[in-house]
C-alpha cells in the first residue's frame, strides 16, 4: 500500500503566518524592553578588563623595577625602571590614586604631566614586601652619620630623571634629602643651609645660580658639576670629563679612599664619564685623592678640608669634595665600590666619618650537655627565631652581623625553600618589622642530620652598639621545610639569646628555649 503526505491548504499556510508574526512581535518587544535595561556605559566585563589591563602593566614594570622611592603608601607608589628611549637614563613612574572614590588611577613618567589610567577607581590598594638592599631604613647609621643634604637642582617641583635617582641613592645611604631649586629666593637658600650639613650639587642645576651661593656656606659641599669646580674656588679652570670604566686611586690615607688599594679602582661597569681636570692648578689647599688612569696629571677626587686656602687663599668654611662623576653619566652603572666613595664622601663632607671596623666573632654559646636536645620543624607560621646580643668591646660604636652559624638538617623530601632574616629587636628581645637583609636557601643545601650550617648576610647600615639583631628562619609557605636544633630547660641563664617561634608578626617567646649558635661580625671601633 502506498502512503502519500498531504500537502497544507492555503487557510492553514495563512493561519501559521499570523502566528509567527504574533510571536516575532512578542519576542521583539521583550529583547527591546532588554536592551534599554543595559548601561550606556562600557559593561561591567569590559571594566574588568580595562583594570586587569592596567594592573598587569603596572605588575609588570614592578618586576623590572631597580629602585623605590621611600614614600610608598597604599594608594601610590613610585620607582625607577630601565632606559626605554635610548637616552641612557632610567625611567621613573609614580602611580597614585587619591583614595577618593571615583577619581582617577594615573602615572607620571619622568616628572611629566599625569596620565589618566584608568577612571572612576573605587579601590586601589598597595601592600608591600620589602627588604633593605641598600642602606634604607632599618637602623640609623652610626655615630650621627645621618645626614640633612641639601640637593640643588634645576627645579625642585620638576625633577629630571637623573636627579630622582640621585635623589634616591642619597636617601638610600641613609641620608635626608631638601632639594631646593637653583633660582630659589636668597631667603630661601639661608634657611636651607642652615638646616642642612652637607650641599650635594646637581650636574643639571645652571653652575653660576647653584655656585654663588654656596662659595662661602659653612656646610660641607660635594659637587659633580664640572662647570661648579672654579667657581667654588676650588680650581683654577672647570673641568672636563672623559668616558672610562676605572679611576686611579693615588692616595689611600684619606677617610674616603682608605678601603682602597692604591692603583685602579672600578667605579663604573660600563664606560661612563669622570669628571678630571686638564692639568690646571688646583686650591693649593686642595687634595687629590684619584687621578684618571694614565693620566697622573688629570685630578678626579679632589678633596679640600676646613680651613685649608682655597685657589684664590680665602680658608675653605668647611669641606669640599669634587665627585668623580658628572656630565651625563648614568649612577645606576657605580659599582659597589663607587658607591663607597660616594657614601664616604658624604660622612667626611658632613663631618659624620664613621667609625673603622674590624672583624671579629661577637657570639658563641655551644650545645650544653645538661640541657634536652629538641627538634623545631620550620613552617609557614613556625618559624625559628634567635634572639641575640653580641658581645662587643665597651668602646664600640656600631657593629654588623655577617655569618650565622646553627645546627640543621633536611627533613623528608627536602624539596622546600627557605629564608633567613636579620630582624632588628625591640626592648623586649621580640623580632620587629624592620628587615635588614635577607637570604633564601633551599633545604636540600642543609646536611642530612644535625650539623653546623653557616649563612652569611651584607647588612647596609650599622647597627648602634646598644642594639641586637633576631635571626629568623623560616618559610614563606608550606610546611616541613627542615629541623632547627634547640635546647630546652636553659631557663634565663643565657639572656643574651632569646629563643622566639611563629611567624611575622606574630611571635611568641620562651625563656626556657635557645638555640645554640655563632655570630661573627664587623665592629666599628672609635677613630684614632
Known sequence: ?????????????????????????????????????????????????????????????????????ADFDATSVEFFVPDRDNDGVFESLQYAWSGTPGDPLTVVVNGGAPIVLAEDVHHFDLAYQSTVIAGTGGVDTTGGARLTVLFVVRRADNLHAEELYRKFLIESLGHDVQLLSEEAPSSEWSDAIAACQVA????????????????????????????????????????????VTSILIDDNTHYITR??????????????PVLHTNGDPIASGAASLASEPGRTDRAVLIVVETGAPLFSGAPAPARRVILPWGNGNDLSLLTPSGRTILERAFEWAGDAERAEAVESPLFSQLPDAGANDKDHRLKWDNWAVASIVPDLPDDAVGWKITRFRFFGRQHEDADRTLVAQVRSRDDAGAPTDDILDQIYFDEADLPLSYDWVELEFDLPTWIPSDKGVCVAIGMLSGDSGGDVFFEEGMGTATPANQFYKGSPGDW???????????????VQMPLE
Open 1 to 69: 500500500m502506498t502512503v502519500t503526505r498531504r500537502a497544507m491548504s492555503l487557510l492553514e499556510l495563512v493561519l501559521a503566518l499570523a502566528i509567527t508574526a504574533v510571536l516575532m512581535l512578542g519576542m521583539g518587544a521583550a529583547i527591546g524592553v532588554a536592551s534599554r535595561a543595559l548601561p550606556t556605559t562600557p559593561d561591567a566585563l569590559g571594566a574588568r578588563q580595562h583594570a586587569a589591563t592596567v594592573l598587569d602593566e603596572l605588575a609588570t614594570n614592578l618586576r623590572v623595577a631597580t629602585q623605590f622611592d
Open 200 to 243: 650635594y650639587i646637581s650636574e643639571r642645576a645652571n653652575k653660576a645660580d647653584a655656585s654663588a651661593p654656596l662659595v662661602t656656606a659653612p656646610i660641607g659641599i660635594l659637587t659633580e658639576h664640572g662647570d661648579t669646580t672654579d667657581l667654588l674656588d676650588l680650581t683654577e679652570r672647570s673641568m672636563s670629563s672623559s668616558a
Open 259 to 272: 678601603p682602597f688599594f692604591p692603583g685602579l679602582l672600578p667605579i663604573y661597569s660600563d664606560n661612563e
Open 508 to 522: 611568641d617567646s620562651n625563656d626556657n628555649r635557645d638555640i645554640p649558635c655563632e655570630i661573627d661580625g664587623a
